[in-house]
C-alpha cells in the first residue's frame, strides 16, 4: 500500500496558526470517514490527536481539529504552544482486508 | 486504563527470526470489538502498519510483509504476539503494540530491536 503524503516540516511563532495536510487517494483518505492523527515527541510513542477526521479524545485540548475536503485531510493546530513542537502522522482505515493501513510520512512542527 | 507493553529480545541476528509479545491491562483482550495491531518505525522514518489480530484468530497483515509475518493471540494471557521471518537489518526498527479500531489508542512504549550478526 502507499503512504500518504505529508509535507516534511512546517513552522510557526506561538499563538500561530499552522495546518499539516494529508494527501491520499479515494481508495483511502477520500472513501472513508477514518483519518486519525498522531502526536509524536521525540523518543515517545505516538499519541492519538484526531480519530474519524475531526473528533478529539478525551483531555486532548481543542486547539487541535481536523478536516477532510476529497483526498486530502488537514490537522489544524491553533493557538500554537512549545509543546506542540512534535512530529504528526497521519492515518487512513480504508477497506484494509486488501489495502492495509497506510500512514503518512510524517511532518515536523517546528514552534518558533 | 488501558495499558500495553512490549517484550522481547533487543537483538536478533540476520535471518533469523523476530518474536515480541505484547501485555494488554486494564482491558480485556476478548471485549469491545477491537483489534490488536503492530506497527514498527525505522530510524529516522515514518510509521509502518504490520498487521492486526482480532480475538478470534482473524488477522490482516501489510501485504509488503505478509509472507514472513505471523500475529497471534493468547486471550487467557491478554497477550498478541508477533513473529517476523527471516530478518535483515532493514527490519531494524521501534515496534509499537497498540489497541485499534479505526485509529490506534492506546499505544506501548515501544521496543527497539536491532537486526545485526
Known amino acids: 500500500q502507499s503512504a500518504l503524503t505529508q509535507p516534511r516540516s512546517v513552522s510557526g511563532s506561538p499563538g500561530q496558526s499552522v495546518t499539516i495536510s494529508c494527501t491520499g487517494t479515494s481508495s483511502d483518505v477520500g472513501g472513508y470517514n477514518y483519518v486519525s492523527w498522531y502526536q509524536q515527541h521525540p523518543g515517545k510513542a505516538p499519541k492519538l490527536m484526531i480519530f474519524d477526521v475531526t473528533k478529539r479524545p478525551s483531555g486532548v485540548p481543542d486547539r487541535f481539529s481536523g478536516s477532510k475536503s476529497g483526498n486530502t485531510a488537514s490537522l489544524t493546530i491553533s493557538g500554537l504552544q512549545a509543546e506542540d513542537e512534535a512530529d504528526y502522522f497521519c492515518?487512513?482505515?480504508?477497506?484494509?482486508?486488501?489495502?492495509?493501513?497506510?500512514f503518512g510520512g510524517g511532518t515536523r512542527l517546528t514552534v518558533l | 486504563q488501558v495499558q500495553l507493553q512490549e517484550s522481547g529480545p533487543g537483538l536478533v541476528k540476520p535471518s533469523q527470526t523476530l518474536s515480541l509479545t505484547c501485555t494488554v491491562s486494564g482491558a480485556s483482550i476478548t471485549g469491545d470489538g477491537y483489534y490488536w495491531s503492530w506497527i514498527r518505525q525505522r530510524p529516522g522514518m515514518g510509521l509502518e502498519w504490520i498487521g492486526y489480530i482480532y480475538y478470534s484468530g482473524t488477522t490482516y497483515y501489510n501485504t509488503s510483509l505478509k509472507s514472513r509475518v505471523i500475529i497471534s493471540v493468547d486471550t487467557s494471557k491478554t497477550q498478541f504476539s508477533l513473529r517476523l521471518t527471516s530478518v535483515t537489518a532493514a527490519d531494524t526498527a521501534i515496534y509499537y503494540c497498540?489497541?485499534?479500531?479505526?485509529?490506534?489508542?492506546?499505544w506501548g512504549q515501544g521496543i527497539l530491536v536491532t537486526v545485526s550478526s
Open positions: 492515518c487512513a482505515y480504508g477497506a484494509t482486508y486488501d489495502y492495509g493501513v497506510p
Open positions: 497498540a489497541r485499534s479500531e479505526a485509529w490506534f489508542d492506546p
